[in-house]
């Protein structure tokens, strides 16, 4: 089972990410094999398989605990659509944690400007607790305890500057790229 997004949440993504997620392209689905666990949620290929524990019909009218975690899965969505790929950097990324996948989402911005400088755990954990503090929610995975959101403005600002996804189409049986 498969859905688009919906008008209410295309409107609260556009709040963070702006034009920089092809949004009419994007497939929202449950993770119902439950792929790592059955808490957990996971973006492989720019489309989010929600854990059914998470899974909801429209995120848009959701907690700001559940838009926690679907603003960390579209942000592996951009990912995916500005040609980082989320699959490998993963396994890349928990054979470089040796088994402590949990680790790797913790991140410090003290003297960081460039959103690349993170790892994609991190950065999804950072568009997802910038989300929530701006809307006056808790951070999960900031190294520290009380930031603020300007310690944000650097990092967001070179996120920001990332332009439109890439998508590939099949048409007359070649691959065309578009902006989404
Ligand atoms: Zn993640």
Redesign the pocket.
């Known amino acids: 089972m498969e859905r688009t997004l919906t008008f209410g949440e295309k409107n609260l993504l556009a709040s963070i990410f702006g034009a920089m997620l092809p949004y009419g392209e994007i497939r929202v689905r449950i993770n119902s094999a439950e792929i790592g666990g059955e808490n957990n949620?996971?973006?492989p290929e720019g489309h989010p398989y929600f854990s059914p524990h998470h899974a909801k019909s429209d995120f848009s009218s959701a907690t700001l605990d559940e838009q926690w975690i679907f603003f960390?899965?579209m942000t592996?969505s951009w990912q995916y659509f500005h040609n980082i790929r989320?699959l490998a950097n993963a396994i890349g990324l928990f054979i470089a944690s040796m088994g402590n996948y949990q680790g790797t989402?913790k991140y410090d911005l003290a003297g960081k400007t460039r959103f690349g400088d993170f790892n994609?755990?991190q950065q999804?954990?950072l568009v997802a607790d910038y989300f929530s503090l701006s809307k006056g929610g808790a951070v999960r995975d900031n190294a520290s305890r009380t930031p603020k959101l300007t310690d944000y403005d650097l990092v967001i600002r070179d996120f920001r500057a990332s332009g439109r996804p890439t998508v590939w189409h099949a048409q007359n049986g070649r691959w065309v790229r578009t902006g989404g």
Do not use: C, D, N, V
Request: aromatic share 8%; glycine share 0%.
């Open positions: 949620s996971i973006t960390h899965e592996h989320p989402y994609i755990e999804a954990s």
